[in-house]
């Protein structure tokens, strides 16, 4: 596929980032305020961090930290960790997300009395990813870069509808997406992985599924699966660390083979991190969906721009890798 090149450069009004940035304590910080030595406890803000061009400003990442490569030699540190190992990290800044704070009160509670600033992080929605961008970019001064982000992002969003209105809605095919094997679990409807799936060109089966606790996951049932069994075209799980399971372990889950997908061997699995991480990475998770799609219709080429790192990191993306 031959990429689509935008342009990079823009000069953009601060008042885009005029929205204050709390600390998990509700304390704002001091606009302009630009971090030095950051500690990530969440992949998402690892990678965002990458492609803002700032990995010499981290001091140390999560233990599931896997990309970029380049900076798989920083020291690790989990929210299991005692006060003492990050506080000799000397870190300014450390970045969490809202799951870490519910669990680990005492832990950040330690950090702040050590004079370390904690931000919380993590979008839901779209809009909430491009304001994310933008609140991570103000803390290390790339408001720029962020705005490249969202710009391209958006773009590529635009240009994948584009290809999909070229399909009518009823032709598109209805797709079974699992988040959790072992729990009947799916996606929520307003979740990043179910924009995912849309703009990839697929209907989604568990358009009607709730999710609980603002979670991006939601209870569907085996039951509720089976009742759609004819329906279903595709079968896609996530796998990664929240799902280990392989298209053996689908296709041989008792009474799935009741599931139209499932007889006629149209069961794929997708890395997680490229559906549910908040990271440009969604545009390849975008492809790959409608890499599965195209088994039912000749889809127009379309790569977007995914290389945002700086020039020291000589990261090739692989791209379409699908599990079948």
Not at 65 to 88: T, V
Not at 100 to 118: K, N
Not at 122 to 138: K, M
């Amino acid at each position: 596929m031959l990429p689509i090149l935008l342009p990079l450069l823009f000069v953009f009004p601060l008042s885009v980032f005029a929205a204050p940035i709390t600390d998990i304590s509700g304390r704002v910080l001091k606009e302009g305020s630009h971090f030095q030595r950051i500690i990530s406890l969440y992949p998402a803000h690892t990678e965002n961090l990458a492609t803002l061009g700032c990995t010499d400003l981290l001091v140390g990442i999560s233990t599931g930290d896997d990309f970029p490569q380049s900076i798989s030699s920083r020291q690790r540190f989990s929210y299991r960790d005692n006060p003492e190992k990050f506080i000799a990290a000397n870190p300014d800044l450390i970045l969490v997300r809202p799951m870490i704070v519910r669990a680990y009160p005492q832990l950040l509670s330690r950090l702040q009395e050590a004079g370390i600033t904690v931000v919380s992080m993590q979008p839901r929605s779209v809009d909430e990813i491009y304001s994310y961008w933008r609140d991570l970019a103000s803390l290390v001064g790339k408001e720029e870069r962020a705005e490249q982000m969202v710009e391209t992002f958006k773009t590529a969003l635009a240009r994948y509808a584009e290809l999909n209105s070229r399909i009518a809605q009823e032709e598109k095919p209805w797709i079974y997406f699992e988040s959790i094997h072992a729990r009947m679990k799916t996606i929520a409807p307003q979740s990043i992985a179910a924009m995912v799936l849309r703009y990839g060109g697929g209907r989604n089966v568990a358009s009607d599924a709730e999710a609980r606790n603002s979670t991006n996951i939601a209870a569907y049932g085996k039951e509720h699966i089976l009742s759609h069994a004819a329906k279903i075209d595709i079968y896609l799980a996530q796998k990664g660390r929240m799902n280990r399971v392989s298209v053996e372990d689908i296709a041989a889950e008792p009474g799935f083979s009741a599931i139209k997908a499932v007889q006629e061997k149209q069961v794929y699995l997708i890395d997680e991190k490229l559906v549910s991480r908040p990271t440009m990475r969604l545009l390849l998770g975008i492809e790959r969906v409608r890499e599965v799609i195209r088994i039912f219709y000749a889809y127009p080429p379309f790569s977007p721009p995914v290389s945002f790192y700086n020039k020291n990191d000589t990261l090739q993306l692989k791209r379409f890798i699908l599990y079948r």
